[in-house]
């Protein structure tokens, strides 16, 4: 491996997706945004972006015939960071979409936000780590990120969340799983905090 490590972003031709890419580059990151399965197999790393609806990017992804070189990124052991709706399509289902089936990396459900707080939740708000990840090292405590979903992701396994929020309670917005690690905030649209975030994933490509 250089020493700029190769890092694919999966595109499956929905939505705004360079952002990420983008955000990688700056943080140090050979970013590819691709749909070649030779890219993605040959990359260090691999991340899975999203925004707009669960069963929509999931058809994308599908239709793309992308959702076995997600698999395969997955199993591979390489590190792999889904953000947004990204980080839904890991989980098995969403209520979103009850006819749209996950990839069910991250065994659990996607569901609404509480009711009585405004949906979407579309605003900056406070991290709270639960449980420490790497990619957390060298935050304040309660760092601001920023986030624009109106679903969260509630694994089997509550041992996965790594960190919440509260917005009509403690959701879970953070979790990691092995070699997967997945986000519900925007690190690309956090300022320092999140490019400090995606910085963590990059120097942790390799070790």
Known sequence: MTDQPRV??????????????????????IARLTSNEADIDAADAVVLPGVGAFGACMRALRSANLESVTHAAVDSGRPFLGICVGMQMLFSGSEEDETATGLAVIPGKVKWIPS???????QWNQLHVTVHDPLFDGLDVDAWVYFVHSLAGYPVDEHVVTATTSYGGQIPVAFRSGNVAALQFHPEKSAEVGLRILSNFVSGIGR
């Open 116 to 122: 009585g707080v405004p949906r979407p939740h579309m």
């Open 8 to 29: 694919a972003v999966i595109d499956y031709g929905i939505g705004n997706l360079r952002s990420a890419q983008k955000a990688l580059e700056h943080v140090g990151a």
